[in-house]
């Protein structure tokens, strides 16, 4: 029985093999990771030159350009297939690990149940508030001129996102991330009272309006300033009533999303190999925009199904007024990604999916301000917030 062992580590090491020996690897080239057409996972080097061909071009592609020669047809239509973001994941720092992975620890909820957290909407929701959310995103959005992780002004928001969790959690509970680039994760936690697992809600602090490393204008209002806000007030709030979970709480501001899932991937990989127990992360990405009459809190469906199927329970549960909406991204779209894809079970709740017909049609653009928001409805999102954590970490 020594073959079947020997062959899988051999095909382990044709699979790194073949990632070095790469022919278009030198130079400024960008290991990407993207699905092909009939789902299975890809990577491919491509010169970033490319790579900033086609963020800049979305809608109007010419593949027969020079710039895109060596570049897959497959890769060329997952990037292509997307509404506006680049449509693959960047591994390029993590090409020595892509093929060890953590399997997905598989977990069982118990069902939500308001009625054991009354504390919830008779004190908590009640002090949920639309202008403080207001208030973050106003500063996010114009405060900074960009979010962007690769601009000369990068850190700048990451260090105000700093800055304001300290002044909630205190500064012994917020710690930075580094990353490769000057915007490093912001990780602030509300320790749980006897357990090491955690739950964890997040959003991410970069913004784009085409290319992340641009000087250019990117309010970023609701993406992902809003998602920001939620993390603030959620936290806020559980302070003030000296909530403490038996699990640690944890909020996540990643930093370089826009890029490929950067700042997630550097985080949920250095948890899986420190063998931190995630039991459940939330991410929460474009929350503001809602334009129908009732607040549409839509959970993409993608992702562990336990999880997805729990968090569906959780918004009938609390919100029964509100209108909940299932659909998919089919790509690595956000940061929840990051989670299940290093074997922790994750969701995303968001206003749309990005081929919903009620998708912001601001968002990546210079366009996406405060103005195009809706707060008295992002409030729903504070209390999906709270009722998560408060469920997860009991
Ligand atoms: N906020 C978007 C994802 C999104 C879009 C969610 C529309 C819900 C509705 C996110 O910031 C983004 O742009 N993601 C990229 C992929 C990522 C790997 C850079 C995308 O969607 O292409
Ligand atoms: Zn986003």
């Known amino acids: 029985m020594l073959w079947p062992r020997f062959s899988s580590l051999l095909a382990l090491v044709l699979i790194f093999n073949s ?31 490319a790579l900033n061909y086609l963020a800049g071009s979305r809608g109007s592609v010419d593949r027969t350009a020079d710039i895109v020669a060596d570049m897959s047809s497959a890769a060329l239509d997952a990037i292509t297939s997307v509404n506006r973001g680049p449509g693959f994941l960047d591994v390029t720092e993590f090409q020595n690990t892509v093929t060890e992975k953590r399997a997905l620890k598989k977990r069982a909820y118990a069902t939500p149940n308001p009625s054991n ?31 962007g992780y690769h601009s000369s002004v990068a850190r700048a928001p990451a260090l105000w996102i700093q800055q304001q969790f300290e002044g909630i959690v205190g500064s012994a509970n917020v710690t930075l991330v580094e990353n490769s680039f000057n915007q490093p994760n912001v990780i602030a936690k509300i320790p749980g009272t006897n357990s090491s697992e955690i739950v964890i809600l997040a959003a991410h602090l970069d913004s784009t309006s085409g290319d992340p490393g641009s000087e250019n204008r990117a309010p970023g209002a609701d993406d992902d300033a809003s998602g920001i ?21 944890e909020f996540h501001a990643y930093a370089g999303e826009e890029g490929g899932l950067l700042g997630s991937q550097t985080v949920a990989r250095q948890y899986a190999s420190d063998g931190a127990e995630v039991v459940a992360m939330l991410q929460m990405d474009m929350v503001a925009y809602q334009p129908s009459d009732k607040p549409v809190l839509t959970v993409l469906t993608d992702t562990d199904a336990a999880l997805v199927a729990w968090t569906q329970d959780l918004v009938t549960a609390y919100l029964s007024e509100d209108t909940l909406h299932t659909s998919t991204c089919g790509y690595a779209c956000s940061d929840h990604y990051s989670w299940e894809d290093n074997g922790y079970p994750a969701v995303s709740i968001d206003e749309s999916g990005p081929y919903d017909s009620s998708l912001n049609p601001y968002y990546h653009t210079m ?14 999102f504070v209390k999906m917030g709270l009722a998560f954590v408060v469920e997860q970490a009991a």
Do not use: C
């Not at 070095?20 to 970033?48: C, M, N, Y």
């Not at 973050?136 to 114009?142: A, G, M, T, Y």
């Not at 366009?367 to 729903?380: C, M, N, P, S």
């Open 367 to 380: 366009q996406d301000t405060i103005d195009h928001l809706d707060f008295d409805k992002a409030v729903e």
């Open 117 to 147: 957290y009354p504390f919830l909407q008779d004190t908590y929701f009640n002090q949920v508030s639309a202008d403080g959310l207001y208030d973050i995103v106003d500063v996010l959005s114009n405060n900074f001129t960009t979010r």
């Open 19 to 49: 990632v070095h020996a790469a022919p278009s690897q030198s130079g400024d080239a960008r290991l990407i990771q993207f699905k092909d057409a009939s789902g299975d996972l890809q990577t491919e080097w491509v010169p970033q030159a």
């Open 229 to 249: 806000s939620i993390l603030f007030q959620t936290a806020q709030i559980l302070v003030a009533n000296g909530y403490q979970g038996s699990r640690t709480i």
